[in-house]
């Protein structure tokens, strides 16, 4: 008998949201890949850099009580997996389908002819530098998504569907777990991207 499992999950550099969707009876025609990134500006303003970092702690995504995040990424990953039965009775995974959805939410500095070519380029490297951070946390998001469609579709059979069905959710959530830990370590390790120049001023 055939089935499909579909399992959402959106994961970012603060907290996981888990979406379990119900047994779903009617398939998908096709599985594939999908990915989607997308980027979302907020604005900051001033004339002097200690105006633009007032303007960033002011703006920017907050962080808990008096603190604030420059940058944020955030990546929502999809999964759903068939199942069919084999000759020898035995339930095996006969589709994966995986989607990855990747947000970045950055600064934006709508600058002027008056302002100084010097605070220009002070803050256009700044803001490479800071993409450059959080699109290493958007990678995170792609290589889950990968290992986990190669976990699932790895798995041999088993005897039961259910018992089948659970191992893969533990497969696909240890893969999940293994690049959340990915993400804290990479911000720590760069100081949330500052040891990559992801500072200002």
């Known amino acids: 008998m055939k089935a499909v499992r579909n399992f959402a999950i959106f994961v970012s550099t603060i907290f996981v949201l ?3 969707f119900k047994l779903n ?9 999908h990915a989607e990134a997308k980027y979302n500006y907020y604005t900051v303003d001033g004339d002097t850099e200690q105006e633009l970092r007032d303007s960033l702690n002011r703006n920017g995504i907050p962080a808990g009580p008096g603190r604030s995040y420059d940058g944020y990424t955030r990546w929502y ?5 068939k199942t069919d039965t084999n000759q020898n009775g035995q339930c095996y995974i006969s589709g994966v389908d ?9 600064p934006q500095w709508k600058y002027g002819r008056g302002d100084e070519a010097s605070l220009v380029v002070k803050w256009e490297q700044y803001i490479e ?13 792609i290589n ?18 259910n018992s089948l069905n ?12 293994k690049w959340q830990r990915a993400d804290k370590d990479y911000d720590a390790e760069t100081g949330h991207g500052v040891t990559q120049g992801a500072k200002f001023p």
């Open 18 to 20: 888990a979406l379990f």
């Open 25 to 33: 009876q009617t398939p998908p025609s096709a599985y594939e890949h």
């Open 77 to 81: 990953i999809k999964w759903n997996w």
């Open 98 to 106: 995986t989607s990855l959805d990747i947000t970045y939410t950055l």
């Open 129 to 141: 530098a800071l993409t450059l951070h959080e699109e290493g946390h958007g990678e995170h998001g």
């Open 144 to 161: 889950c998504e990968r290992e986990i469609k190669e976990a699932l579709q790895n798995l041999p059979p088993e005897d039961s569907c």
């Open 166 to 177: 659970q191992k893969a959710n533990m497969a696909a959530r240890e893969v999940l777990h």
